[in-house]
């Protein structure tokens, strides 16, 4: 979060400039050169903001030079992995934006099943490289999203209840420091760094590569399972129970959402509201098929039953269409553990008023072998939470803005106090500090002394910002 004013470029000489540019690998845009309006545009549309300067690395040498440059001349400095943010910390005014999506290198080890990704990569530069090797690693539903900004928040999806969040399959992270050094974190070299950064966020350096344990996981059975609104209270209240029991070879996410109105959806349900579950299962056909039967049983046939094989790569690209870039995209979400009968009643009142039909609510299960990791292991708090609810605006409209912006506010002002009080930083809004804090609760104070320790000045504050100790 942007939290101090630091000069502009208007400071800063040319010649200075140039000799920066002319360091790098990558290249250099400033404010009104051609390519700027591409090159400064982030995944939301709703964030329109006009860096000074944009470097766009090719290395760890760039990375470095960039870091030093801001630094050096006190510009605000935000680092751009994928672009996805929703609060679009990846852009900043005035500043200077690092952006890493040169660097999208993936090297798959299948022998000692590891991929060591690059800073910049998305996540389907991910599912591209270890799909192959049949082999994957958890982390989130939309394959454009960047591998850096997920992982480093944490890392939610279709694999968690069986696998754990990203962070839990991160074995060492290659990090360029605010005094532009360059240190490795893992469980034996600068371990408290390690600590933060799963589940810090982009607060204490930039990460130039991951190294990731992978796992043999190549067709699952999985897909969306939809119901009519009117069969929502029932299923609810049938998921919260049987999802937290379920075995973790089987993930499945709640949904409110709009049928798009397009194929491959049947014609007969477009733009009709209704709740769904986005199942996926890693057991063989034959044994999900069983898992599956009574599920079907459960509440008659259902609207509509997209569930099947599908490679991990194709689940994991299942959403891009329906949410590309360049869209309005407004979120708000908190941790929840329970759902009671009230909270069931409020959430298919709004889910009845859902603004878009791109808008929609999800809640993501956080339990199984994330939730068995112990809390204090890694920076990340809500280890006993059993979802993550995010309420999501979304428009290809401006003029819808407004509206679902009301709506998700709404809707989660009604919700929150039924939640465990913080939020996942990877699905936030710019929401002040109370926010921050409580969505890192008692970890908020190491991770304050880490930051002292490895930030001391707050060069990187363009983020869910931890305040040095
Ligand atoms: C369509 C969509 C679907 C999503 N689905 C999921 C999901 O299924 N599961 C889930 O957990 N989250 C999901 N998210 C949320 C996503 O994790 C966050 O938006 C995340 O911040 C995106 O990372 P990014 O690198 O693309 O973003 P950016 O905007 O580039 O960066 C976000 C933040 O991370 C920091 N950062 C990024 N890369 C680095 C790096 N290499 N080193 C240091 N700091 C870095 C930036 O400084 C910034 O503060 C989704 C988001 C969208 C828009």
Redesign the pocket.
Known sequence: MVTETLPTTRSISEDAITAVAASLRGNLTQAGEAGYDEARA??NAMIDKYPALIVRCRDVADVIAGVNFARDQGLLL?????????AG??TVDDGLVLD?GLMHGVRVDPVSRTARVE??ALLSDLHHATAPFGLAMPS???AS??V???T??????HLTRQLGLSIDNLLEADVVLADGSFVVASETEHPDLFWAVRGG??NFG??TSFLFKLHPISTLYAGPMLWPLERAAEVLRWYREFIVNAPETLNGFFAFLTVPPALPFPEHLWNQKVCGIVWSCTLPQEQAEVTFAPIRARFGQPALDGVGPISHQALQSMFDAL?PAGEQ?YWKSDFVNEIPDAAVDLHIRFAEQLPTWKSTMHLYPIDGVAGRVPRDATAWNYRDAHWGMVIIGVSPDPADSDRMTAWAREYWSALHPYSVGGAYV??MMEEGQDRVRASYGDHYDQLARIKAKYDPDNLFQ??QNIKPA
């Open positions: 982030v995944y935000s680092i751009r992995g994928g672009g996805h943010n929703g910390l990846g890493l800073g910049g989130g539903i939309v999203t960047g850096g900004g997920i480093l928040g944490g890392g939610i999806g966020g982009g930039v990460v949410y995209w990877n699905m363009v983020n």
